[in-house]
C-alpha cells in the first residue's frame, strides 16, 4: 500500500473513534437518559390500554416529528440538539460503517498503487488477498452471516459492488470525496430502511453479524524472527555503558584461535595455521 492510503486509513482510524466516542457521550447525558426513559414509560402505557382494550373515545396521539432527510444533514455528529445522526447505530450499523469505507479505500488504493489500466480494480478471484494485505485482516464470511467473501459487498451495495463485465471491485462514488460523512449516511438510511422491514414482520432483515465482523489490524512484523527478538530485548545497562565507552569504539575483533588437532584429520592443517 502506498503512502496515501497509510494516511487515510489513520484519518478514518481517528474519525471512527471520535464518532463512537460522541455516542457514547450522548448516551450518558442526563437529557438523553431522560427522554429514553419518557419513551420506554409511553410504550409500556400504549401497550397496557392495548391488551386492555380502549374504552370511550380514543386518545389523540401525539404527531411525531417527520424523520430528517438524511443527505440534507451538515454535520453527522449534531443534527439538532446535540444529537448525532448515528445516535441510533448498534454494533452491526458500525460494522457496516467500517465496511463501507474500507471497500471504498480499496479500490481506489489499489487502482492509485498499480497504476495500469489493465488493471482496473481488485478481482475477486483476489479480494480477500489483497483486503488482507491493505488492512492487515483477514476477511472472514461468517463473522457477517453470509456464505462467501465475494458475498460481502452485497451488504453495502450503496458503496461496493462486483463489475459484471471485469469480475472488480468498484464504485459508483468519487475517488476524491469532499468528506466520508458520506458513509454515515449510507448506513443510517439503510438502518432505516432494515428498521423499516423489521416492524413489518420480516425477521429476514435482521443481521446477525460476529463480534469480530470489527477487527483490529495486526501489528506489522519488525522482520525475521531473530531481527525481531533482538530489536524487543532491551539492552543492559552494563551493554550500554560498553558500547558508549572509547574503548568500545577503538576495539577491533581478532581471529580466534583453535588448537592443533581440534578438527580432526584436519587438524595438522588448522595447527599449522593456529587460527581459524
Not at 480477500?128 to 465475494?150: E, I, M, Q
Request: net charge negative.
Amino acid at each position: 500500500p502506498g503512502q496515501w492510503f497509510q494516511d487515510k486509513v489513520k484519518e478514518w482510524q481517528k474519525l471512527f473513534a471520535e464518532w463512537q466516542a460522541k455516542l457514547k457521550t450522548f448516551k450518558n447525558s442526563a437529557a438523553q437518559k431522560e427522554k429514553e426513559l419518557a419513551a420506554k414509560k409511553k410504550a409500556e402505557e400504549k401497550a397496557k390500554k392495548e391488551k386492555e382494550g380502549k374504552d370511550g373515545e380514543e386518545e389523540e396521539e401525539e404527531e411525531e416529528a417527520p424523520p430528517i432527510d438524511v443527505m440534507m444533514v451538515d454535520d453527522v455528529c449534531d443534527v439538532g440538539n446535540g444529537e448525532p445522526l448515528f445516535k441510533d447505530f448498534a454494533f452491526e450499523d458500525w460494522a457496516l460503517l467500517q465496511l463501507r469505507y474500507e471497500l471504498y479505500l480499496l479500490q481506489v488504493a489499489f487502482k492509485k498503487d498499480v497504476n495500469d489500466p489493465e488493471r482496473p480494480g481488485v478481482h475477486e478471484n483476489h479480494f480477500a488477498f489483497y483486503y488482507n494485505k491493505y488492512f492487515r485482516k483477514t476477511l472472514t464470511p461468517k463473522h457477517f452471516n453470509v456464505n462467501a467473501v465475494t458475498d460481502i459487498p452485497g451488504l453495502v451495495k450503496d458503496t461496493a459492488s462486483w463489475n459484471p463485465d471485469e469480475k472488480v471491485l468498484s464504485t459508483n462514488l468519487e475517488e476524491d470525496l469532499e468528506s466520508v460523512t458520506i458513509f454515515v449516511k449510507f448506513t443510517e438510511e439503510s438502518r432505516r430502511e432494515r428498521q423499516r422491514r423489521i416492524d413489518a414482520g420480516d425477521e429476514t432483515a435482521k443481521l446477525k453479524f460476529s463480534p469480530m465482523a470489527i477487527q483490529q489490524p495486526t501489528p506489522k512484523p519488525l522482520g525475521t524472527p531473530m531481527v525481531a527478538a533482538a530489536k524487543a530485548w532491551p539492552a543492559s545497562a552494563g551493554a550500554k555503558a560498553w558500547q558508549a565507552s572509547p574503548a568500545a569504539k577503538a576495539w577491533t575483533p581478532q581471529p580466534a584461535f583453535r588448537p592443533a588437532g581440534a578438527w580432526g584429520t584436519m587438524g595438522g592443517q588448522w595447527g599449522a595455521q593456529g587460527r581459524w
